[in-house]
């Protein structure tokens, strides 16, 4: 003792979670979601990753189309970013345009544990580039004293009854694209059939003048259904569930057909000048005992399978590896593309 006592005043001997000798503090730039869950991702992830390491990570709280849009700029050449959360539909061409960097999953300490749908869906070319972080259900989310029937499918929302309090997010808003995909898959099509397509959007010209409210966002999704102007509407089971344990009367249903994967994993920037403090950093994220509290904070499931959650997150949230492949998986290779001119078609619809 008297010996370790004598080096660490000397500095010999790292104490602490921070640098010696002078060096300077490794420092990480990471993406996350604004609001609640970019303030759960740091408690979750973030504090334990400083504490252990004595790094410092530079939180950056926004969106997927802004993150994307900075990326491209810098080209892969110094990135504004080291670590970036992304959603299916920013990751694809993010990863086809060479701005994210293929991992090396045998220098994963819990990739094994990770589910192995989930992760699939942000390897391309045969090459991985995500870990899974969390995948909500896209479903439907209804007022529960309005609606004394569950619905129990995604055709349950064109009922007459309905009519005057839908509320339906735009194409272009992830659960507006989900909920679509949903309509064409439960009519038996694919998003690659243009015959497919057609039929849901005829489906969809059934809603013209029932619809009320046309939210783009979390926030306005949560402001419609709260304030009334919206009974029912196509959302994820994570938010549902957090409005209702905030005391709203909202319940959610997972339709029959097939939910909706709604996957959130993070990525490695191309060109980034930090790769193997990064890849200490999804050591982290896809740590069991990080990612059960952050799950069970948001009630979205987590991409490790090895978590045993609590019990009212058993009891309410659909999960597991039987659960991930029964999903609709919205097909983004087609869906990226046509995604405007569908937008388009959409907006002749509901004006």
């Not at 993406?31 to 334990?48: N, Q, R």
């Not at 994307?68 to 990751?91: E, H, I, M, Q, Y």
């Not at 390897?123 to 580039?129: E, F, L």
């Amino acid at each position: 003792m008297a010996v370790v006592l004598a080096l660490a005043a000397c500095g010999g001997v790292d104490t602490g979670g921070g640098t010696s000798g002078g060096e300077k503090q490794e420092e990480l730039t990471v993406t996350a979601f604004a609001g609640a869950w970019g303030e759960l991702f740091k408690k979750s992830f973030v504090e334990p990753f400083e504490r252990d390491t004595g790094a410092k990570v530079n939180l950056v709280y926004g969106a997927n189309a802004e993150w994307l849009t900075k990326l491209r700029a810098a080209g892969g050449k110094n990135p504004p970013f080291d670590v970036l959360a992304f959603t299916p539909d920013a990751s694809l061409p993010a990863a086809s345009a060479g701005l994210l960097q293929p991992l090396q999953t045998d220098r994963l300490t819990h990739w094994k544990d990770l589910d192995l749908t989930l992760g699939s869906k942000s390897a391309y070319g045969g090459k991985q580039y995500g870990v899974p972080l969390t995948t909500g259900s896209t479903g439907l989310m209804y007022r529960n004293d309005k609606i004394k029937t569950a619905p129990a499918d995604w055709s349950d929302i064109f009922d007459k009854k309905y009519c005057g309090h839908v509320a339906l997010p735009p194409l272009t808003y992830n659960p507006g694209l989900e909920f679509f995909s949903a309509l064409v898959t439960s009519q038996g099509g694919k998003l690659s059939d243009p015959a497919a397509v057609d039929k849901a959007f005829a489906t969809l010209e059934t809603l013209k003048g029932c619809v009320s409210a046309f939210p783009a966002n979390a926030g306005a999704a949560a402001t419609v259904i709260e304030n009334g102007d919206a009974w029912i509407m196509p959302f994820w089971d994570g938010r549902a569930f957090a409005l209702a344990q905030a005391g709203s009367p909202i319940s959610f249903t997972y339709p029959k057909s097939g939910a909706v994967g709604a996957l959130t994993s993070y990525f490695i920037a191309s060109g980034t000048q930090h790769s193997e403090l990064a890849m200490k950093f999804l050591d982290y994220l896809t740590a069991a005992e990080n990612q059960k509290p952050f799950a069970e904070g948001t009630w979205y499931a987590a991409g490790n399978n090895t978590i045993k959650y609590n019990d009212n997150f058993e009891q309410w949230v659909e999960h597991g590896p039987e659960v991930y492949k029964k999903f609709v998986w919205v097909d983004y290779t087609v869906a990226t593309p046509k995604l405007n001119e569908w937008q388009q078609r959409w907006n002749q619809i509901f004006g």
